[in-house]
């Protein structure tokens, strides 16, 4: 095979997104996107157009704004869905993708569409033409390629790359290959579909991790032919997740000798920046013995390792952390630094802000600065993601007394305003006991909202360094509907921080009662 170059397709923002609990706003996607850019990938799925207002128009403000990577909508076979996507990548001119999908295997054939195999290749044809009168570039998807019987696989491909798709992905849906075999599946669709071979038409893979074996299976397929991979940054996706962005890129540049030179795109320089971005815009903690990205991934605890660390880094270390963008420490700004130094930090760390996300952003510096002695990059990475993370207001915390001790029952008393009320009811007040502080606080705020939040789960990191760092907290709330509902808040006062992210998550809450999402199926 000639052209060893693999085509890094990020699905973050679409299949990561799927993630229960991880659901974005506009500007976290956005953001998302800009960095996704800053790494590199060759192409972004921005989303699934048709499926919500929100969806879309996330889908077409990146393809507006954000340039370099292709940018592609995801569609069914079905008109409505392939328009909007269409109609969503459009601002992206030539780099606009539509891809198409439709489920190929026996079990989904019979009991979730009840089409016999000559009406999916129909549907599945007229899909790709349809995508095809939007834009040049259509990637098509068998659904649960992996457990479709391989001949009809083929007759698939062959039958959408004649209707010009240009890429052919092979999901693993469910997660239900393992290497051997799903490197041996992708050799067939190799050298059965002549375009494959020719390079007319390229073979992509997109694994899930079910069983563990997303990455490996995805580079099985590549030893065997594929030459694009849908991953997602810290590998987050439907259930399991998908292959992780950074254990693909980093495995083939780190044996390059194993992967026969094979080469991406990707300015792994960016890979940590990007890992946590994605990680606090979707307040999804990244597990600390995570390969490439975890807290632990490059510590050595070990005396025999830490002296071979210090005799030659090669001994235990395969990979030099700062080559995926780890140990680049800046100096901390201080409570004395001007919001000149404040904006020109946060261009350096990558968030495009307007003057007044500035002025926002930098009276919550200030007030941070007067509370911890340094205010490091992660900080104000925080402070950032706290902002774009921001609904409307509906409840704003104004005074929080917690007593709590070995010997006395917690109480929480909270002061909230309430926006639009008039003057004299605008300030409310109310006290709650519960378990710990942070439950007597949340019951507090429960009583004063009248919601009934669910914790659903709970997480509290240091953003930083020292006894002073400021803890982010990150709630994940069920309000009775079943759906979960991210909140996040961050303090000195981890307290405090808990009933921020708690009333962040009230806001989002009403914020989508409100503007409930009109969901386009057709
Ligand atoms: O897992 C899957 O099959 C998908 C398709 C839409 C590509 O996400
Ligand atoms: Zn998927």
Redesign the pocket.
């Known amino acids: 095979m000639k052209n060893n170059r693999i085509i890094i397709f990020d699905t973050t923002l679409r ?1 990561g997104e799927q993630c229960p609990g991880a659901s974005m706003n506009l500007r976290e996607k956005l953001e998302v996107a800009r960095q996704l850019a800053r790494l590199k990938v060759d192409v972004i799925e921005a989303g699934f157009p048709v499926i919500s207002d929100g969806d879309f128009e996330a889908v077409h403000t990146i393809a507006k704004e954000v340039k370099g990577p292709i940018i592609c909508g ?1 569609a069914r076979c079905v008109n409505t869905d392939i328009d909007a996507a269409g109609k969503a990548v459009k601002p992206a001119g030539k780099k606009g993708r539509i891809h198409v ?1 439709l489920a190929t295997s026996k079990i989904h054939r019979d009991f979730k569409l009840g089409k016999a195999q000559s009406e999916i290749i129909r549907l599945a044809v007229e899909g790709v033409k349809r995508a095809k009168s939007w834009v040049h570039d259509v990637e098509f ?1 068998p ?2 390629a992996s457990r479709t019987e391989p001949d009809f696989l083929v007759e698939v491909c062959k039958a959408v790359v004649k209707a010009g798709a240009t890429v052919v ?1 092979i ?1 693993d ?1 469910v997660g239900w290959a393992v290497p051997e075999e799903y490197g041996a599946l992708i050799k067939l669709l190799h050298d059965s579909v002549p375009e494959f071979k020719s390079g007319k038409a390229i073979i992509s893979v ?1 694994c ?1 991790n079910d069983l563990g074996f997303a990455v490996a299976n995805s580079l099985a397929a590549v030893r065997n032919g594929a030459r694009q991979v849908e991953c997602t940054v810290n590998g987050i996706g ?1 259930r399991a997740g998908n292959a992780a962005l950074e254990e693909i890129v980093m495995a083939t540049k780190t044996r390059s000798d194993f992967f026969k030179g094979m080469t991406c795109g990707v300015n792994a320089k960016e890979i940590v920046k990007s890992s946590r971005l994605v990680s606090g815009m979707c307040g999804l903690v990244v597990q600390r013995s995570k390969a490439i990205v975890g807290e632990n991934a490059f510590a050595h605890s070990s005396g025999i390792h830490q002296d071979g660390i210090l005799k030659k880094r090669e001994t235990y270390e395969i990979m030099d952390p700062q080559t995926v963008g780890w140990g680049k420490t800046e100096l901390p700004l201080t409570k004395h630094s001007g919001r000149a130094a404040v904006a020109v930090r946060l261009k350096h760390l990558g968030f495009k802000m307007t003057d007044a996300d500035v002025a926002a952003l930098f009276a919550k510096f200030k007030e941070i600065g007067d509370k911890k002695k340094f205010v490091y990059d992660e900080d104000l990475a925080a402070l950032v993601e706290g902002h774009i993370a921001e609904v409307p207001e509906t409840w704003s915390l104004i005074y929080l007394n917690v007593t709590s001790g070995t010997q006395t029952v917690p109480t929480a008393t909270v002061t909230l305003t309430k926006a639009g009320k008039k003057e004299a009811e605008k300030i409310l007040q109310d006290a709650g006991v519960g378990d710990g502080p942070v439950d007597a606080a949340l019951k507090a705020i429960d009583r004063l909202t009248k919601t009934r939040g669910k914790l659903m789960d709970y997480s509290l990191r240091a953003v930083s360094q020292g006894k002073d760092a400021l803890g982010e907290v990150t709630v994940k709330v069920n309000f009775g509907d079943g759906e979960l509902v991210t909140g996040k808040g961050a303090s000195t006062d981890i307290i405090e921080a808990s009933a921020r992210a708690y009333l962040n998550a009230v806001n989002r809450f009403l914020c989508n009662g409100r503007e409930k999402v009109r969901l386009r199926q057709p």
Request: charged fraction near 35%; hydrophobic fraction near 15%.
């Open positions: 299949d995801l999908f998807s659904e649960d992905n999901p849906t997109h899930h439907e």
